[in-house]
């Protein structure tokens, strides 16, 4: 899956170009590590952080690190090279939804019993789910984010609507004023929402208490077809109803074209959306930044926020590092409030810490705040790659359902059949 860093990162899995790992030297039988490699991705932590961690780290350890920022292009063939190799990196980060498949494959170390000192207490609940498999945890939670609605302050305003909504019946409220008070523009749409954004779905099925699939006895079933899962679906399609006097296509997700530019024309009046969406969207319309602002994806519960599909990254220790301990001692120090607090200070959500202060200082950052400690993750199984890389069965629905091509029960039933054969 996709993980995201303040308003700038692309899709996360994780990437890596194979080269040489960590030093160490053998003397009377013992080993002294000299030196460790540690791979993070383009963009996941600024500059400042790691180059201050760097050096705490080197003082206090006298070990080098050897830090090396990764492309994105390219990153699971990489990954698996390395991680199949003798000489692996000793630090990696992972996309959270790449956890379990590596992880399964056996190339991750096992970090339960180690838990503690990475501030165990203080992990990000989604993170730490994506982390988990077979009861095991085979990572350290790094940063998240997720999605919350992106508003245009002056439109709502001049609609009439004062405040942000905090339950589903006042978002749609607000939605039809909106579209009300721009009645005249043929090009407006209240809230941009595409036929198949399945992430925003999610959190409607989860607020509703149902979810993709079930596991027992090792097997995995779809559950689409649930009461819960279904009236997930028919939220969905009250708010597409109601988003715009022009629909937006059924058959397309935010992708393609991308909705930050959408966003971007000023025809926009809301969008569910990333932070680094909202930067893009600035980048195009400078006017925009005075003008915009977030709050969570309401809950049909009022006063409530609903669960958030939770993007971000892991760390991990490859399996064949010869440097254990010491990564150890690097993901144990990454983990501390300090530089946790310099993760949010950056824009992201801290992966082992619960302090969100220096994240809620604008806007978009209390909204992530907000919202993030309700995140959840999908499957966590090397099988649910094949539903997501393939013909996405959740994305199918959508659109049949919307379309009319199919009755909700035909539509969400074929969605579930669909996902038990891809993680059969």
Known sequence: MKGWRGLAVGAAALAVAVSGCGTSTSSGGSTETKEITVWLMDGSAAPTLTDALNKEFESANGIKVKYEVQKWTGIQEKLTTALASSTPPDVIELGNTQTASFADQGTLADLTADASQF??????????????????????????ANRTVIYRTDLLQAAGVTAPPTSRAEWIDAINKLK?????????????????????LLSLIWDEGGDIAKQDGGKWTGTLDTPQAKAGFEAYKAIYDASAAKKVPADIDEAKPQQ???????????MVGLPWELGGAVKANAGLAEKTSAFPIPSKKAGSSAPVFLGGSNLAIPASSKNTD??????????SKKYQDLLAEGGAVPGTSKDTAKLATNAVGKALAASSPNGKVTPVTPKWAA???????????LTAYLTGAKTLDQATKDASEAITKAMA
């Open 180 to 200: 009300a008070a721009n009645a005249s523009n043929p090009d407006f749409q209240a809230l941009y929402l595409p036929g198949q954004s399945w992430y925003f």
């Open 260 to 270: 930050m530019e959408v966003f971007g024309t000023g025809n926009v009046g809301m």
């Open 387 to 397: 539903v997501e890389a393939g013909q996405n069965p959740l994305k199918d629905a």
């Open 326 to 335: 010491a990564a150890k001692k690097y993901l144990a120090l990454l983990s």
């Open 119 to 144: 501030n165990g207490g203080e992990w990000l609940g989604g993170l730490k789910d994506s982390l988990t498999l077979n009861g095991k945890q085979y990572g350290v939670p790094f940063y998240a």
